[in-house]
């Protein structure tokens, strides 16, 4: 019997390496990685604050009241829901339409239809708002900017999605110190930067991204006042401001009230000529509970100062709305095609019935209603003022300030989980936890040797 020794395979390794195997392991994701090890976690008493979803008093994820009675609606109706085919690549018609009335005529009142009639907005559908910043990103990066300013701190995909899409330099713009918004530390540093470019001749154009309310993650918003000494300073600069709106209506449980920031960036008294545009990403996935269906739109508002009605028609084929609309739609169909149907189905019903849009907006104020409810009882409990600081302190985040070294006692020693930065997520606190949630936290706080 012939007898053969095994083939050493290693021998044929310099002549068939993979680049496979160069691939280093990306590190985990700091919220998902954490829900993953939360799971495994045996403790009874584990508390897990670490996703942005909204639960209710029994810590269970539920579907809002307005979007129950239109997923009924939608069954109901076969003509609702018997197309399956694609969507176009910007999404329905009848969301583009629905959507655009919601956040351009009735939370813009004075000057969104303004630029409604004068055809000033580029609009697609998109998925959820982590789709509309990608959109967004990816535009910019192939014909305004590479440059961009982000939070310091910020939601922490923010980086990952411009990164990914373009850009070559992300910076960070002071954000928070000492409990508080550093409005100062934030104008100074944009003015140095313009201070730097003229001194050395450099017309690179910067963006910057703007949380619209209920700051990720550290729930500070600034005030009024304080938003329009911003928004002057950067449209003094040139600069292009991207508004990241996911928590409309959990600021103040006022839909309408909580689109401030973009009420005032479209005030074309005050600023008359976004020379590079405004671009409003928005998701419905916090403010209609429809986070797996990710539904949410990119509109690029651009310059109301140009005026397509004095081109020939010629000119008008090739007017600026239509560039745009072009690239976005060749943008969509490289990134994932078309959006999904079944959400943007939900947020048409919702948005185009009377009685359920008055439903959601009660669903809305009831969310924001518990979350500041909680804030108030954590409060009775620690004591902490930031807690009820409803001034400047918004939505579903409280930003504890607990440094990477507590965030890991509070989990390994109490199983209660926070993200790295000591976010904790409000909603995820219910009478059932609230007691041990804040005696961890307390003894944590009042650990000096880690501290």
């Known amino acids: 019997m012939l007898r053969t020794r095994p083939f050493n395979w290693g021998l044929l390794r310099p002549y068939f390496t993979s680049s496979l195997c160069k691939v280093p392991r990306a590190p985990p994701d ?9 799971k495994k976690d045996k403790n009874i008493h584990k508390i897990d604050l ?28 076969l003509e609702l829901n018997k197309n399956l085919s694609y969507l176009p690549i910007t999404g329905s018609k009848e969301f583009q339409e629905n959507v655009m009335n919601f956040l351009f005529k009735e939370s813009c009142p004075q000057f969104g239809p303004f630029y409604l009639a004068h055809d ?40 990952n999605i411009f990164q990914n899409n373009g850009f070559e330099n992300i910076h960070r713009y002071s954000y928070y110190k000492d409990g508080q918004i550093d409005i100062d530390g934030w104008i100074k540093q944009l003015k140095t930067l313009a201070h730097n470019q003229k001194k050395e001749n450099d017309k690179q154009l910067h963006c910057i991204i703007l949380h619209a309310c209920c700051h990720n993650p550290t729930g500070l918003d600034p005030t009024k006042e304080q938003w329009k000494e911003i928004i002057d300073t950067i449209y003094e600069l040139k600069m292009v401001p991207i508004v990241d709106m996911a928590y409309q209506g959990l600021e103040s449980g006022d839909m309408l009230k909580d689109a401030y920031l973009m009420r005032l960036c479209l005030d074309v008294d005050r600023y008359p000529n976004w020379s590079n545009g405004v671009f409003l990403c928005q998701s419905f996935a916090k403010n209609m509970g429809l986070y797996g269906e990710r539904v949410g739109s990119l ?36 990134m994932y095609s078309s959006p999904p149907g079944y959400g943007s189905r939900v947020v048409n019903v919702v948005l185009s019935n009377t009685k359920l849009k008055h439903q959601w907006f009660k669903d809305v104020e009831f969310m924001a209603q518990r979350l500041h409810y909680v804030r108030k009882e954590m409060f009775e409990r620690l004591r902490w003022p930031d807690l009820i600081n409803f001034a400047q302190q918004h939505g579903m985040f409280y930003y504890t300030r607990f440094n990477p070294r507590q965030v890991e006692v509070l989990k390994n020693k109490f199983s209660v989980y926070l993200t790295g930065d000591g976010r904790l997520s409000l909603s995820g606190v219910n009478d059932s936890n609230i007691d ?10 009042k650990m000096s040797e880690i501290a």
């Open 30 to 38: 700091k919220v998902l990685g954490l829900s993953e090890h939360f």
């Open 50 to 77: 670490t996703v942005g979803i909204y639960k209710d008093a029994w810590g269970k994820v539920t579907t809002f009241p307005s979007v129950a009675k239109a997923q009924k609606l939608i069954d109901s109706h």
């Open 120 to 159: 000033r907005i580029s609009f697609v559908q998109t998925l959820s708002g982590t789709g509309a910043l990608a959109v967004a990103a990816k535009f910019l990066a192939l014909f305004i900017s590479k440059d961009i300013w982000i939070p310091d701190p910020s939601w922490a995909n923010h980086k």
């Open 299 to 334: 509109s690029v508002i651009t310059p109301a100062t140009a005026d397509d009605e004095n081109l020939n028609p010629l000119q008008r084929g090739n007017s600026l709305q239509q560039n745009i609309d072009s690239q976005l739609k060749q943008i969509v169909r490289g």
């Open 436 to 445: 041990y949630l804040c005696e961890a936290l307390d003894a944590v706080s």
